[in-house]
Nanobody
């Protein structure tokens, strides 16, 4: 059973930065996409950013220019660099890895941005 372990969340003031990491507990074969989602209280889970094996990226409009997604294919790890954080970025952030065979989710890490 593959587990995704997230780290890097926490409390930060508006304008600050955080870097999230997500590592798979073992190698995943045929990964297609790695991504980050978030869910704020009372809201649906939404895509924040995703990256393919060829390093093509997609970002939610609300984070473009502030967040950067990257990956280490050899280590099955995905990162999310979050700069210029805003209070509206407060949410639980989840990583997701999609392979040809299955989808895997992390347990979530809380990000809180104070004004």
């Amino acid at each position: 059973q593959v587990q995704l372990v997230e780290s890097g969340g926490g409390l930060v003031q508006a304008g600050g930065s955080l870097r999230l990491s997500c590592a798979a507990s073992r190698s995943i074969v045929s990964i297609r996409t790695m991504g980050w989602y978030r869910q704020a209280p009372g809201k649906e889970r939404e895509l924040v950013a995703a990256i393919t094996t060829s390093s093509s990226t997609v970002y939610a409009d609300s984070v473009k220019g502030r967040f950067t997604i990257s990956r280490d294919n050899a280590k099955n790890t995905v990162f999310l660099q979050m700069d210029s954080l805003k209070p509206e970025d407060t949410a639980v952030y989840y990583c997701k890895i999609e392979s040809v065979w299955a989808h895997y989710w992390g347990q979530g890490t809380q990000v809180t941005v104070s004004s």
